[in-house]
């Protein structure tokens, strides 16, 4: 199921949407790639990700620490456990070699949580900020 | 998802070997300290503690090839360095941001996948080079 970022997940912080873009694309060719048993291709793309999702929560949790945001810690606390599965999720491809099953996790743990996340506590932090600027 | 020394990763020399589990026993321990959420002290401690063994061990390992005149040595030598200078940036970057959930992606993917891939190639070759020269 591809993921699509659509208007409707804009948090209304317009260098977070783009990263939000530009990661629901890596995801994309993540699984197209996992689809086509383009295991390099894979591992590579599993490192890429990595790194990309690093640099995203970063901005993210610098951005809330300079609006003041006060859901910070729970929301960095998503942060480090979807971290944590990711990198297990490496682990465990690059130990297997292959992964059956692989698609479905990179749906459910990958796919559906980014989804979640945007849609809930990213936008929860997009709506502290645009009140913050209109106070 | 913890020790992440393998029997592949073994170079043939005892003393090298040794040193590489050290390390990695070390680099795990800060990974768990990140995921489990000891905290920004604990961390900076662990962080300390790696880098102090990294040190101590690129020096072991250059005395050596030095010893033996080893024929790559400036190669290896300016990987070794390259290595520190990374290290110092995320240990930088822990100072600023914390233990956050890009550091432990960046610990993982520069620090781990490095060594591993360093010791797969070049500690290797460093390795059979000591070997076959009576080192």
Redesign the interface.
């Known amino acids: 199921m591809p993921l699509q970022w659509t208007q409707a997940l804009s948090v209304g912080i317009p260098e977070i949407d783009a990263q939000h873009q530009e990661l629901f694309r890596q995801v994309d060719r993540l699984l197209e790639a996992t689809l086509a048993n383009d295991h390099g291709q894979v591992g590579a793309m599993l ?1 890429f990700l ?2 990309y ?3 995203h ?2 901005t993210e ?2 951005f809330m620490r300079d609006v003041g945001y006060p859901g910070l810690d729970r929301h ?1 606390e998503e ?2 456990r ?3 599965d ?3 999720l490496h ?1 465990d491809f690059a130990e297997a070699g292959t992964l059956p099953g692989l698609v479905g996790r990179l749906n459910r743990q990958v796919g559906d949580w980014l989804r979640g996340h945007v849609c809930v506590t990213d936008m929860a932090m997009g709506r502290f900020a645009s009140r913050a600027r209109m106070a | 998802m913890p020790i992440l020394w393998d029997p592949d990763l073994s170079v043939g020399v005892e003393a090298i070997d040794a040193q590489h589990q050290e390390l990695f026993g070390r680099i795990d321990r800060l990974l768990e300290a990140i995921r489990e959420r000891h905290g920004a002290e604990e961390v900076a401690r662990l962080l300390e503690y790696l880098g102090e063994y990294v040190l101590a061990h690129f020096s072991s390992e250059e005395k050596l090839m030095l010893e033996q005149a080893y024929p790559h040595y400036d190669a290896h030598r300016q990987e070794h360095l390259r290595f520190v200078r990374e290290f110092g940036a995320l240990r930088a970057e822990h100072e600023k941001e914390g233990p956050t959930a890009a550091l432990l992606i960046r610990v993982t993917n520069r620090v781990t996948a490095w060594l591993r891939e360093h010791i797969y190639r070049a500690d290797r070759d460093l390795a059979a080079f000591l070997r076959d020269s009576g080192g």
């Open positions: 490192t990595g790194e999702v690093a640099t929560f970063s949790e610098r960095r942060h480090e979807f971290a944590a990711l990198l297990e682990r």
